[in-house]
């Protein structure tokens, strides 16, 4: 998919998911209904095969870029602010709870690792998958080691939460 495409994809899925425009795709709108309230956050995997929308209501969806047809939704204990998806397009990584951050099998949604992570909402993955940041209500940062699950590196963002 080439970056027109991509807008375009991403301003007929906006219309679709926010309930606007019915009129104009009825059959996209029926199949598309995924998110009980305003989504926050969408990413495409990097081949362009799937989005991965974050809903105010605490629910990430994992659409089928080329049906429209939801892959698997996943209902959160708690908001949060960011998600990452794999390079290979299998895996998300989510924050769940006050206390984890998750990877979970896109397909299935069963967890295949999990980290211990106090209050962390927020993450970001990097190098080829092997490097995970995450951050929080507590203002700091941790760099993980995806493949050996432990802690690289901590940083303290001398503020009052890490968001995104």
């Not at 939704?73 to 998750?102: C, Q, V, Y």
């Not at 927020?122 to 951050?135: I, M, N, P, Q």
């Amino acid at each position: 998919m080439g970056t027109v495409t991509h807008y375009f994809f991403f301003v007929l899925f906006t219309t679709c998911l926010c309930g606007s425009a019915a009129s104009a795709a009825p059959s996209i709108m029926k199949r598309s209904y995924g998110h009980y309230d305003s989504v926050s956050l969408c990413k495409f995997s990097k081949k362009g095969e799937r989005l991965v929308t974050l809903g105010v209501d605490a629910r990430v969806v994992v659409w089928n870029t080329k049906s429209f047809e939801i892959i698997n939704s996943f209902n959160l204990p708690n908001r949060i602010f960011s998600f990452e998806i794999s390079a290979d397009g299998k895996t998300l990584w989510i924050p769940w709870g006050a206390d984890e951050i998750r990877c979970l099998d896109i397909e299935t949604g069963k967890t295949v690792t999990t980290l211990k992570s106090k209050n962390h909402q927020s993450v970001c993955l990097a190098l080829a998958d092997t490097v995970l940041a995450t951050g929080g209500a507590d203002g700091k940062i941790i760099v993980w080691d995806t493949l050996s699950l432990k802690s690289i590196q901590q940083f303290d963002s001398k503020s009052n939460c890490v968001q995104s």
